[in-house]
């Protein structure tokens, strides 16, 4: 005879799962997570690369827009000082603001350029009041890298002018002793009256072909309280890396860290700051190395090469408007030889590509 209630403890001990079927279970979820993150990831950060491509082709749009206007690109940056025309009026020089300024209205940033021009350029860009100088600008920012809090009051960049293959008077000495001018964006000096001072390039200057020439590259926007070299950090030693690059990668320890205490920590924390430890970038060590400078402030020699979140290497943008990918392994030649003032640069394949005047063949990079 048919029992309903052994039929009813039937349905009851069938139902859920045992406790292998759930380890079973878990098991695979877990590895479908493994296996899918991953790509979930790259599909992500290929993302982040291509806006950050395309920003770099904006760039190279307003560049290109600003030399059919003025037939000259902007300096890296303008004069520090005042100065007394030849009616002895004193006038400003730009106080140390730098390319990203003068592109401004190229990049539809036409009211904060205007701006910047009402106050007849005068307020420092470390004037955190100023609200031009406060302007968070969507061009300028790589997606792949993570804000940062250092100089937070101020507009952030990711993206930086060219020195070249100049580590020595790569700041407001350029032009002294035939130094600091081996980019397309030189600094500009303390002042009119100051004989030495650098001055903008024109598409004409760039000997080497702007197909061969980097113009804007990426770094990293450093990182308050870190010592890594990831993180867009840059380390005070001292000025014998103007004639030996190599030490400056001594600097960094197996961790990525480096080993010196006085860290600058200034990368891309002030957009429109003209400096080279701001808004400027050197090709000498090669991409995602060390960067070194060899004072307690933000205007001396240093190598300050570019840096980004991508993996392997960086984007740059060349002079004629394509944007490149340059691998952390490019060669960089002999990395013992002096700083450079004429022809080739002696930092192989990089350097060669930040040096507009050196008449190098530039091999496949």
């Not at 979820?29 to 982040?48: G, N, S, Y």
């Not at 100051?194 to 000997?207: C, P």
């Not at 090469?305 to 984007?315: F, L, R, W």
């Amino acid at each position: 005879m048919f029992s309903l209630s052994r039929h009813r403890a039937g349905l009851r001990a069938s139902k859920g799962f045992t406790l292998i079927e759930l380890l079973v279970v878990i098991a695979i979820i877990a590895t479908l997570v493994a296996i899918l993150l991953p790509a979930v990831q790259q599909a992500r950060e290929a993302a982040r690369r291509s806006t950050c491509k395309n920003n770099l082709k904006q760039l190279g749009i307003a560049l290109h827009n600003y030399h059919d206007t003025y037939n000259t690109l902007p300096p890296g940056c303008m004069l520090t000082n005042e100065f007394q025309d030849a009616g002895n009026t004193i006038r400003m020089g730009g106080r140390r603001k730098g390319a990203h300024v003068s592109i401004l209205p190229y990049i539809e940033q036409g009211a904060i350029y205007d701006m910047f021009a009402a106050d007849n350029f005068v307020r420092t860009p470390w004037d955190t009041a100023f609200t031009p100088n406060q302007a968070k600008i969507g061009v300028l920012q790589c997606p792949s890298d993570p804000s940062s809090t250092e100089n937070a009051n101020n507009g952030h960049t990711n993206y930086m002018f060219s020195r070249g293959d100049s580590l020595q008077d790569n700041n407001r000495w350029a032009g002294n002793g035939g130094r600091g001018m081996r980019g397309m964006f030189p600094q500009l000096g303390d002042s009119a009256t100051d004989g030495n001072y650098g001055r903008a390039m024109k598409f004409a200057d760039v000997l080497d072909g702007l197909s061969n020439s980097i113009a804007v590259s990426e770094r990293i926007k450093a990182k308050s309280g870190s010592i890594l070299v990831a993180d867009g950090v840059t380390v005070r030693i001292a000025d014998t890396f103007r004639t030996n690059p190599s030490l400056c990668l001594a600097q960094v320890n197996a961790n990525g860290e480096y080993i010196g205490t006085d860290i600058l920590r200034s990368t891309g924390t002030r957009y429109s700051d003209g400096t080279v430890a701001f808004t400027g970038f050197t090709t000498i060590v090669g991409p995602n190395k060390a960067s070194c400078h060899n004072g307690g402030g933000d205007e001396n020699d240093g190598i300050f090469d570019p840096s980004s979140q991508h993996k392997g290497g960086v984007q740059v943008l060349m002079g004629d408007g394509a944007v490149r990918f340059v691998s952390n392994n490019i060669d960089t030649g002999n990395l013992t030889a002096a700083a450079p003032t004429a022809g080739q640069s002696p930092y192989g394949v990089w350097g060669s590509l930040g040096s507009i005047m050196g008449r190098e063949v530039v091999s496949e990079f």
